[in-house]
Structure formats: structure tokens, C-alpha cells
């Protein structure tokens, strides 16, 4: 049986070794991608830094190298529904947040994707006295985009951990792309070693 795996890093190339990757696109962002069984709760886990949609596991010849390159490309340029999660309780956004939402909105105009945004606290709405606002300004950040519509989903004192709400939701839309600022992670909102664990689709880490 041959697994064919791909990284994204130009170029393309391809490795056998089924880890988890942070790999740079970019001099301002990184992929963390991961591949999964259907169930995000599995404890075994297949990685690659493919969607769902082009993960490839299959008994045949191996493909060119020029197939290969354009197979993964295509997995990158195909983005129809994107999540930006939101967990800090700034009002009016911290700077990562805000850098996650234009990048989310610019990403999502350029392909013709849709947004969903998922609001992440451990404490109820009753118990944040600020959320109107926060969310005046996910929506004003995102109309910067362009985009005035967009699905929220919120997960206020449910119980779980960030990381893992986000992998539930990615898994449940069936997202393509989840738009995260290292900010959360530096500020221990999204644990990074859990990243391959439950988020069953690209990550796209922004750079404070």
C-alpha cells in the first residue's frame, strides 16, 4: 500500500512520513494541516496537509511529479467555506483578531468563499457584559472586507476546550480553511500541540 502525502512549501514535493507539519507559505504565514477520520474524537489519526475532499490514500502507481504539484495546488485554491474563530474578550478585538478577520475576509472575496465566525468563551453571555460590542465589531471588521453577511455560531460556557470546539465545527461544516492568529495560541487560548488533534482541515497561523 502507498500513501502518497503532500507538504506545501514552494515547491510542492512529496514525503512519506505521516507527522504533523508547520510549513511556511509565505514569509508572513504558516499551514498546519492535518487529516483525520471522520470523527473528530479518533484517537488515530492520519495526517496530511490536504482538505478532506483531495486526501489520497490508494494502491497504484505513483503519479508524476508534475500531477502531483498540480493536485496540490488545487487543494489550496478551491476555498469555499472558511472559520475565524474569535477567543479573546477584547471589545473591540485584539490585533491578532483583527488581522485574522481581514485576512479571512480578503481570502474569502479572492476564492468566493463563504465566513463562518465562532465565538469561543468559557463563561456564559450573561457573564460578559461586552459581547454586543465585540460582536458590533467581528461584523464592522469583516463589512471592512467586504463581506456583510456571515454565519455565527456561539459556544459560551459549554465546557470545552477552544481547540477542541473549533475542530468540532470545522468538522461539522465541513470547513476548508481555519484562519487563526499565533496571538491565541502565544495567549494559551488555543493549545497548538492539540492542533493536529482536532482540526481536521488547513490552518492558517498569522503572525503577530
Not at 80 to 93: A, G, S
Request: net charge neutral; aromatic share 6%; hydrophobic share 40%.
Amino acid at each position: 500500500m502507498a500513501l502518497a502525502h503532500y507538504s506545501l512549501a514552494i515547491p510542492v514535493v512529496t514525503s512519506k512520513h505521516e507527522k504533523t507539519s508547520i510549513l511556511p507559505v509565505s514569509t508572513s504565514s504558516s499551514w498546519v494541516a492535518t487529516r483525520s477520520s471522520p470523527s473528530i474524537r479518533s484517537k488515530a489519526r492520519m495526517l496530511s496537509i490536504l482538505p478532506r475532499s483531495c486526501r489520497i490514500g490508494y494502491k497504484a502507481k505513483a503519479k508524476s511529479p508534475e500531477s502531483e504539484v498540480n493536485l496540490a495546488a488545487d487543494a489550496f485554491t478551491s476555498f469555499k467555506h472558511l472559520l475565524l474563530p474569535i477567543t479573546d474578550r477584547n471589545q473591540y478585538l485584539s490585533e491578532g483578531t483583527r488581522q485574522a478577520a481581514a485576512t479571512t475576509a480578503a481570502l474569502a472575496k479572492k476564492y468566493g468563499a463563504d465566513i463562518t465566525v465562532v465565538v469561543i468563551d468559557e463563561q456564559l453571555k450573561e457573564s460578559l457584559p461586552q459581547y454586543e460590542t465585540q460582536l458590533s465589531s467581528i461584523r464592522w471588521h469583516l463589512s471592512e472586507g467586504g463581506f456583510q453577511e456571515f454565519r455565527l455560531l456561539e459556544k459560551l460556557g459549554d465546557g470545552n476546550k477552544p481547540t477542541a470546539i473549533i475542530g468540532e465545527v470545522a468538522d461539522d461544516l465541513n470547513l476548508d480553511l481555519v484562519v487563526i492568529s499565533m496571538e491565541a495560541i502565544h495567549s494559551k487560548h488555543v493549545d497548538a500541540n492539540l492542533l493536529a488533534e482536532f482540526i481536521p482541515c488547513p490552518v492558517l497561523l498569522l503572525p503577530l
